[in-house]
Every structure is written in C-alpha cells, then in structure tokens.
Antibody, heavy 126, light 108 residues
Framework: QEQLVQSGAEVKKPGASVKVSCKASGYTFTGHYIHWVRQAPGQGLEWMGRINPNSGGTNYAQKFQGRVTMTRDTSISTAHMELSRLTSDDTAVYYC???????????????????WGQGALVTVSS | EIVLTQSPGTLSLSPGERATLSCRASQSVGSIFLAWYQQKPGQAPRLLIYGASSRATGIPDRFSGSASGTDFTLTISRLEPEDFAVYYCQHYGSSLWTFGQGTKVEIK
C-alpha cells in the first residue's frame, strides 16, 4: 500500500543541523509533491514547505526560508528535510506527507495530504 | 497570507452528542482547497474531508463538512468513543499551505 516511512528520532545540540528522511513506497514517487509539517510538544501543525520529487523544485514557508533545505533522491524514492541553526524552539515531531492530486494535475481541484509518515522526533538540547 | 481560526479551542461533549467545529478564514478562499484532519495522541494526522465537503475514503458518514463564505464547518453527527481527538482545518493556495490551530474534542 502507499506509505511513507521516516527516519528515527534525533537529539541535537543548539546550533547544529538535522536531516530527516522520508521513504515512499507503493506509488510513483516522482508523481506527487512531498510536504514537511512539524508539531512542537502540545502544539498544532505547522507547514514548513514542499518539494517536487520530479523536478526538485521547492516552496518553503517564509518562516523557514534560509534555514531549511528539502531534497530528494529519486533512485531510492526518498525525500530529505534538513534544518540548520537549531534552537530549543525546533524541538518537535517532524512529519512528511504526500500531496494529492498528482503534481501534474491542472485546473482547480481539491488538494490534501495523504498518506503521512509516522513522524520523527527531533530534540534540541544542550 | 491566509489565517485560519478554529473555534472553540476545546469542545467537551458526551458520546452520542453532536459536535460542530468551526474554521474561519481571514479572507475569501476557494472552498475546494479546504481540508479537515483528525489527530489522536501519538499518531500522525488522518485526512477526513477534502474540498470542504467530500469525505475521504473509509471515513464514516457521521463526519460531514460544509462551507459558507469564509466559514467552514466540520460536523460529527453522533460522537463515537474513537472520535475524541484534535481536529485541524487546512487551506491550500498560491503554493502555500496553512493549518488552523486545532479544536480538541474531549469527553465530558
């Protein structure tokens, strides 16, 4: 079935960088945008950005511009999200999610995220 | 940038009762770009509704969505024990995505 499986939990020191991976299976990886969403402890969902696995093109939320880099490796159907200059405020569960419909869909159609990865906890602590 | 404001923050209800959750957009948005998700503790969000009113595959028909201008509503007609969770609305527009802050539906 279609699924996204993420890398494991990470503990980082302030000022460091973290890279989270998201491996897709059960569908054509290059056919759908992959998004990254984070959730701080006890807080809501925060959209970080997305990557087009076919072209490598990205859209980032303004808040993360200059600090986030989203990449992909089509040979292993995996997307990556790297966040730099970490602070304690970056402690959160980081999710990847597939956008539907396919990225080559034209016209005004509904968009949503499904499926989601299981999440990866990133803890930033000195 | 569009802001989605969900209300109430917490809804305390009993099983069998009707739940009405609100999501208001800060400006006019296309209703087809509005989705709802359910999230339970320790789990990833799950898609419930897309296009403001279309149920996702496998979602029970006690869940329904509607739209009126900048106001969007998620209704759970009769709460089942498994429905107590946090619910988020989400909007897509101009290659940007936004979530509401969430409504927690808790057991009264």
């Amino acid at each position: 079935q279609e699924q996204l499986v993420q890398s494991g939990a990470e503990v980082k020191k302030p000022g460091a960088s973290v890279k989270v991976s998201c491996k897709a299976s059960g569908y054509t990886f290059t056919g759908h945008y992959i998004h990254w969403v984070r959730q701080a402890p006890g807080q809501g969902l925060e959209w970080m950005g997305r990557i087009n696995p076919n072209s490598g093109g990205t859209n980032y939320a303004q808040k993360f511009q200059g600090r986030v880099t989203m990449t992909r490796d089509t040979s292993i159907s995996t997307a990556h999200m790297e966040l730099s200059r970490l602070t304690s405020d970056d402690t959160a569960v980081y999710y990847c999610a597939r956008e539907f419909p396919p990225s080559n869909t034209v016209g005004a159609t509904p968009h949503w995220f499904d499926p989601w990865g299981q999440g990866a906890l990133v803890t930033v602590s000195s | 940038e569009i802001v989605l404001t969900q209300s109430p923050g917490t809804l305390s209800l009993s099983p069998g009762e009707r739940a009405t959750l609100s999501c208001r957009a800060s400006q006019s948005v296309g209703s087809i770009f509005l989705a709802w998700y359910q999230q339970k503790p320790g789990q990833a969000p799950r898609l419930l509704i897309y296009g403001a009113s279309s149920r996702a595959t496998g979602i029970p028909d006690r869940f329904s969505g509607s739209a009126s201008g900048t106001d969007f509503t998620l209704t759970i007609s009769r709460l089942e024990p498994e429905d107590f969770a946090v619910y988020y609305c989400q909007h897509y527009g101009s290659s940007l995505w936004t979530f509401g802050q969430g409504t927690k539906v808790e057991i009264k």
